[in-house]
């Protein structure tokens, strides 16, 4: 399966060193005494050849390091400039179009660790740059040609999670032609989505929202379904995947795959405790309130009150959930155009909700007038006025919120679209919570009016809480099966915020969808057609190069004791018939967990070898290499 | 001028300059450092970064040996506890450095000599407020045991 690709440097080369020291303009020149830190470079043992440059990085920069490879037969780079997070692959590219194996450059950061943060101490910044160049010469001296290990890569998708993200990842892989396998724990596709009533923006129906995406993914020669199923074992690595996937209560059947995608979404939070949900009848959550009105079970309702950010935000969880904001504006602007829509059906379909006690009062009338004055600002409106009102006055909806996250192009207009209906916007803050209690057999609402600096009562029908979408309290059991990192909140960790959304720090696993943050049907499109692309590129060229940074195990060292596969969170490392460590390279990260653990020193990184290291600390603290 | 830079001076007039090691993940604290440089953060210019791919690289051999070699402080700096690259193995460090720091304590070190800290990509500030308060406990502290000092 693994192929080494042949090897073109001779290792017995006694090294000849090459140093480059960038002056990045005035951002090193200015701070750091160049031309000194490149004929102090010339100094150190094995360096045939340094120089200076204004901006290594710039093409007149770039031949300089290809032509001294030629000319002075360098069989070792270094750049002394900015960092090797941004700059690395492009002097590694260079080197390696010379001829050189990549893995005999060396990036020393003169920059951002030393001219950057030490701008006012040019002397002793001076003495920094040299050291940290002894230091780059110290380890490029012990660097070794490494060859990238060629992974073949099975063509087959596995998608976790069918939802909006996951089915979408898995037409999407199947479009392109690779068998998919798409596991979905429930019974039926639709995730999340399927439950609720109707989408913000479109306003359609959700349940015909996706529905034309359901039938796709059915209907699909190369999806393979798996309803009520759940992965159980995950073996293997990129290309190699062996899964172990059980309907409920049946027994478990492997299939091999090269990518997979986890789209396994996430849950509602239930406030239990806040707000007097579950304490008081018609006091329901975002989703609840969904279910309501897709059942067309909505009780009669007079006013309602919907209280934003409840439990998110630095109360029981840090983040915004993102779209609780554009829901519950959604369902106010529902509120006030469909509620005739939503009724009616209640008593035929059972009681989901009690009936709102004040409907029980004599003075509804009365109370309906107050409600609809205080709704309006204005006294005394006559019948011929009412007449002409729409049907928002007929119910009070007030949304008590902390800022109103209307973001984007379509949302800030929904917004006002509400306010145009008279939904009221209420702002509190953390050191004035709206209070929901029950005083004479009604629901009343306390809350701080931010302007007025007063506080106020109002009674309400029904409260609708909107809680932040949490991370599924077994995605841990998951994130150690496929040895992906879950966040402090629970959600899957990405490789990179940025520039990696949809990636997993180990390849061959991707993710999309809730199960990596609150995220609408929008961006869990998105993610999910995103996380597939990326899983069949490595499918559609058939293989992959590993990063040649992993661990290595010295056979006359090892005494097999196992340490090092207890430690490694990839599961890279097992016992061979000869009863010692062997790593399997597709799988190591290159982490290096297993090399300091292990008590016989058996187990080193290649690339970033013990004797490196401590050949850069020696360098650091003596004068010499 | 900022205090952390004077306090680098004062360091250098009492003719002792310290020699510190910062071990930083590339994920989170190699980052953390790039950012304070990129925030142009000043701070004393006594320590050398060496770049590890994970914290739990750091071998405790590593910390012995370059204590060994005169360093008179080792900063261990890694990703935050659950959010490692290479999903726990910061856990890993912090059990090994509370091991080295009871370790070194019986060498003759003081176990603040041996710090580990928690450095995120996007803290960049924390790294210079580390590098600052660090070096000037090795300041307090004065040359290492193998540098003649106590």
Known sequence: ?625 | MSSDVKGAHEAGEHGFEPKIIVFCCNWCSYAGADLAGVSRLQMPPYFRVIRVMCSARVDPEFVLRAFKKGADGILVAGCHPADCHYIGGNYRTRRRIALLKMLIQQFGYDPDRLRLEWISAGEGEKFQKTITEFTETINELGPSPMRGGG
Not at chain 1, 57 to 78: F, P, Y
Not at chain 1, 474 to 501: C, I, N, T, W, Y
Request: aromatic fraction near 6%.
């Open chain 1, 1 to 625: 399966m693994i192929h080494m690709a042949e090897t073109k440097v001779n290792e017995s080369e006694k090294p000849r060193i090459g140093v480059f020291v960038c002056s990045c303009g005035s951002n090193i020149g200015g701070f750091v005494d160049v031309p000194s830190v490149a004929d102090y470079a010339k100094t150190l043992p094995d360096v045939v050849y340094a120089t200076q440059n204004m901006y290594t990085c710039a093409e007149d920069g770039l031949s300089n390091i290809r032509e001294a490879i030629r000319k002075h037969n360098l069989n070792r780079v270094i750049v002394a400039s900015c960092t090797p997070r941004t700059h690395a692959p492009l002097f590694q590219a260079t080197c390696e179009s010379a001829g050189l194996n990549k893995y005999l450059f060396t990036f020393v950061n003169i920059r951002e660790h030393c001219s950057w943060v030490h701008m006012k101490e040019k002397d002793l910044a001076t003495k920094k740059s040299k050291d940290l160049i002894r230091m780059g010469v110290a380890r490029a001296r012990l660097l070794k040609p490494q060859e990238e290990a060629k992974v073949e890569v099975e063509p087959v998708g596995l998608v976790i999670g069918g939802g909006v993200s996951g089915m979408t990842a898995a037409a999407s892989l199947a479009d392109m032609g690779f068998p998919v396998h798409l596991v979905e724990r429930e019974g039926d596709l639709g995730g999340f989505v399927k439950i609720l009533n109707n989408l913000y923006v479109t306003e359609k129906s959700a349940a015909e929202t996706i529905k034309p995406l359901i039938e796709k993914v059915t209907a699909h020669k190369n999806i393979t379904l798996h309803l009520n199923s759940s992965v159980k074992s995950v073996e293997g690595f990129i290309g190699n995947y062996e899964v172990g996937i059980a309907p409920k209560g049946g027994e478990e059947k492997k299939y091999k795959v090269g990518t997979i995608v986890v789209a396994t979404g996430a849950l509602e939070f239930v406030p239990e405790g806040l707000y007097g949900y579950n304490q008081y009848p018609n006091v329901v959550t975002l989703t609840e309130f969904e279910i309501l009105c897709r059942k067309k079970t909505l009780p009669k309702l007079k006013s309602v009150a919907f209280i934003q950010c409840v439990g998110s935000r630095g109360q029981k969880m840090s983040y915004c959930s993102r779209i609780c904001c554009n829901v519950a504006i959604k369902n106010a602007i529902n509120i006030a155009d469909n509620y005739e829509d939503m009724l009616g059906v209640m008593e035929k379909q059972g009681t989901l909700v009690d009936k709102i006690p004040v409907e029980k009062k004599a003075t509804e009338e009365i109370l309906e007038r107050r409600r609809r004055r205080r709704g309006r600002g204005t006294e005394g409106e006559g019948d011929a006025e009412e007449v002409k009102l729409g049907p928002s006055e007929k119910i009070e909806v007030t949304v008590f919120n902390r800022d109103v996250m209307a973001y984007g192009v379509e949302h800030e207009l929904t917004y006002n679209k509400a306010r145009e209906k008279r939904v009221k916007f209420n702002r509190y803050t953390l050191d004035h919570l709206p209070k929901v209690f029950m005083e004479d057999n009604q629901l009343k609402v306390t809350y701080f009016h931010e302007t007025l600096k007063l506080e106020r009562t109002m009674p309400v029908d029904m409260v609708v809480l909107s809680t932040p979408l949490v991370a599924q309290p077994d995605a841990g059991d998951l994130s150690k099966m496929l040895k992906v990192p879950l966040g402090q909140e629970g959600f899957f960790l990405e490789a990179h915020v940025k520039l990696r959304p949809v990636d997993f720090a180990t390849d061959g696993i991707y993710v999309a969808g809730t199960c990596k943050g609150p995220a609408d049907i929008t961006e869990a499109v998105t993610q999910g057609a995103a996380a597939a692309s990326r899983a069949a590129t490595p499918m559609a060229k058939g293989y992959v190069q590993a990063e040649a940074l992993s661990s290595v195990v010295d056979e006359t060292k090892c005494t097999g004791c196992g340490t090092c596969i207890e430690v490694c969170p990839y599961g890279a490392l097992r016992k061979n018939e000869k009863g010692i460590a062997e790593v399997i390279v597709a799988a190591c990260k290159g982490c290096g967990c297993c090399g300091a653990t292990c008590p016989e020193g058996a187990i080193t990184m290649t690339n970033y070898t013990d004797a490196q290291l401590l050949a850069e600390a020696k360098a650091a603290l003596q004068e010499e290499v």
